[in-house]
């Protein structure tokens, strides 16, 4: 018996885990950051294989973390947690700093970041795991509490996008939920929602182009609600 | 430069890991457990390599994973936290159940359980990392809160055992930190104050075989304050 409701009692924060160079780079938001050992200071981030980040850490070796504030805005969430990196480039136009290595930090809505450089990258099935040494680490605001999961699923009404490790799929998680008569539906970026009888349009016959009014996220990334 | 005082900006939950068999097992508090892939749910947790329950898990290549709530007692975070297995039978006198595995699974302080068989072992330098594919999980209270580690260190005034991933080493802590001239210490495993003025004692002239008051934790345990 597998009850997925209490893979969501392990607590996560949220981060944007980035990586490249000074001409190019991409990230995206990531809930599985964790320290593994504490001398020397080492990280693991875990990484879907059809990440574009993941590529980028593949070929440079280097990636950081931001650790996000919990009030995090739904623009940062939606462009970095539900946006490809192949399709624009999300780091134009944010506040960027260069590390020791050159990676890319994002310092938007960020309370502190990490700098790493890749020892060892773990197959763990649809997953990459890169575990990285560290090089530079700092606090950039001590007023403000972490983004968690909890908080993001519970007070922003967010959930995991495709590609995280802890994402459930669609038809599992509505196989358990009994699905009331209710035509709306929720963006899963940034917990807008589209109600069919306030809109005076079937969400399926909008546009396959159209995008969430909020956020930008993608139609595919609406659930019904 | 690096900053320890951004490792404490990553999220964590607290959880009882334990491992064994129905004749003989042991668990630790671990800060260390996240889903690595959704699809077969897989899980890792980390693991110092002198931890005791770190041989149950390779021997028996089960673990369990008890999430913690909000309000674990300090006797629970002492007795799995900073105490080694070796010493006593950590699981003697528990609320236990025995997993399809036979793996142990403590329920005490729990408001979920997950049951894993080890399908990968990680040498990450000083610990280890288990990568386990689930076998079962249970939600076993939905009305609470799960316990992560910075209610532990804030509201707790709880830090990590030395053989936890985010342990900081108390040499490089203190000298981070402006000494002033207070002679109290402070049991790293509930937070409870010893007071030399109160006491009319001496901390350092107490006996070596002196256990914290509240939760049994050994005089090492404890720091200046």
Redesign the interface.
Known sequence: ???????F???????IVSSGDKTKGNGFISN???????????F?V?CNKNNFTAGFITRTGVFSIS?LEQDTSSEIMGRFGFRSGRDFDKLEGMSLKYGETGVPIVLNAS????ECTVI?T?D????L?F?GE?V????LD?SK??????YYRQVKKGSAPKN??????KSKLEALKSSGPLKRYKCTACGYIFDEEKEGIKFSDLHDSWTCPVCGSEKSDFIEV
Chains 1, 2 share one sequence.
Not at 1 to 7: G, N, R, T, W
Not at 9 to 15: A, E, M, N
């Open positions: 018996m597998v009850d997925f409701e209490a893979f009692k392990i607590t996560y924060g949220l981060f599985t950051v964790f320290q593994v050992t504490a001398d020397p200071p080492r693991a875990c650790i309370i502190a970041y990490l060892q773990i763990t099935g649809t997953h795991m575990i560290l530079q680490s700092a606090v001590n509490e972490p983004l968690t999961y909890l995280a490790p802890t994402y459930i799929d």
